[in-house]
């Protein structure tokens, strides 16, 4: 059962310890068929080094397994909501990527300060309120999405494709699992710039608005420039 799919988000599974993003079997990267309405998710707790294309499972969006041997991600349940809330996005990924978890750990969004954060994400990229007790003890995964949601209420999750979840890590998303996982690749390094720079300047005061708009919208949007013209 969506066999492509599934070979896709292996791949974007793999790209994530590629990158350094992860740790052992931290991390889950799920894509989504629109058409069909079923989310295609890394299963829990299976090394990365022996994962296979049909190791993954299929869920539907009640969180049912429609296909496959072994349990979900753990984190399903956040996945899930978001693609319900956000129905712009194809792919989800969650790491524990080191200076991103910082920030989150810190209950701290990490502000615009140059052009490679303007490049991918049109202004800070924001932390969730903290959970509740009660969302803790029952509903934890569910609430960790209502949490991420609830941070940008009406605004286009595209604009800024990542959320930090507070005390936890970060959360990002793309039209396609490969898409989610680049942005969580360039959220990562925005991160570790953003701590660089405050270590030297305490008080940098950020990007420009002029200089945020020119960089991300040379790049996304009807004007943008960057790259080719597709045949």
Avoid at 19 to 39: P, W
Avoid at 185 to 211: D, H, I, K
Wanted: charged share 20%; net charge negative; aromatic share 8%.
């Amino acid at each position: 059962m969506l066999k492509q799919l599934r070979e896709q988000v292996l791949e974007a599974n793999l790209e994530v310890v590629r990158r350094g993003l992860v740790l052992y079997t931290f991390g889950n990267v799920s894509g989504i068929s629109r058409e069909d309405n079923l989310v295609v998710i890394k299963p829990s707790g299976v090394p990365y080094e022996r994962m296979k294309a049909d190791d993954l499972v299929v869920t539907d969006l009640d969180g049912k397994v429609v296909w496959g041997e072994l349990r979900p991600s753990s984190d399903l349940d956040t996945h899930i909501h978001l693609y319900k809330a956000f129905p712009q996005i194809g792919g989800v990924v969650h790491t524990h990527s080191e200076h991103a978890v910082a920030w989150a750990q810190a209950c701290r969004p990490i502000p615009p300060l140059g052009t490679t954060h303007a490049d991918y994400f049109y202004g800070p990229v924001p932390v969730t309120r903290e959970l509740t007790a009660d969302e803790i003890k029952n509903d934890y995964v569910r609430a960790t999405g209502v949490a991420i949601t609830d941070t940008f209420g009406n605004r286009d999750p595209m604009e800024v494709p990542a959320a930090l979840v507070a005390g936890h890590g970060p959360f990002a998303w793309g039209r396609t699992p490969d898409d989610a996982v680049h942005n969580a690749v360039v959220l990562e390094a925005v991160a570790r710039m953003a701590m660089y720079t405050f270590s030297l300047q305490p008080n940098a005061p950020g990007v420009s608005q002029a200089l945020l708009d020119r960089h991300y919208f040379r790049k996304h949007g009807a004007t943008a420039t960057y790259g080719q013209a597709e045949k």
